[in-house]
């Protein structure tokens, strides 16, 4: 792992949380928009006998999340390698 300077360590910060923001606004449409303002549109839809809406609301907000998390520590190793600071 390598020493930053303070200009680096700022703008792998800034990068960092430029990706959580865009992130958890992805998280906040899928669980609360689609679970919640677009319900009714969604539930127009069905999946397996289920309303769409209902489903994003009991379980795809979930599933999104962790689809997300997975995205997330595969763009973070991108950045620690660009950075060199990736852990051995």
């Known amino acids: 792992m390598s020493r930053l300077t303070e200009a680096q360590a700022l703008a792998y910060w800034r990068r960092n949380l430029a990706l959580m923001f865009k992130l958890l606004v992805v ?9 919640i303002l ?11 006998g289920y309303k769409l809406g ?9 599933y999104v999340f962790v689809l997300l998390i997975f995205y997330y520590t595969r ?4 950045l620690d390698r660009e950075f060199n ?4």
């Not at 209902?54 to 379980?59: C, N, P």
């Open 75 to 78: 763009k973070m190793g991108k």
């Open 54 to 62: 209902f489903w994003f609301a009991q379980q795809g907000s979930i």
């Open 85 to 88: 600071v990736e852990e051995d």
């Open 27 to 35: 998280w906040f449409v899928v669980s609360f928009g689609c679970g």
């Open 38 to 48: 677009f319900v009714d549109v969604l539930n127009q839809i069905q999946i397996g």
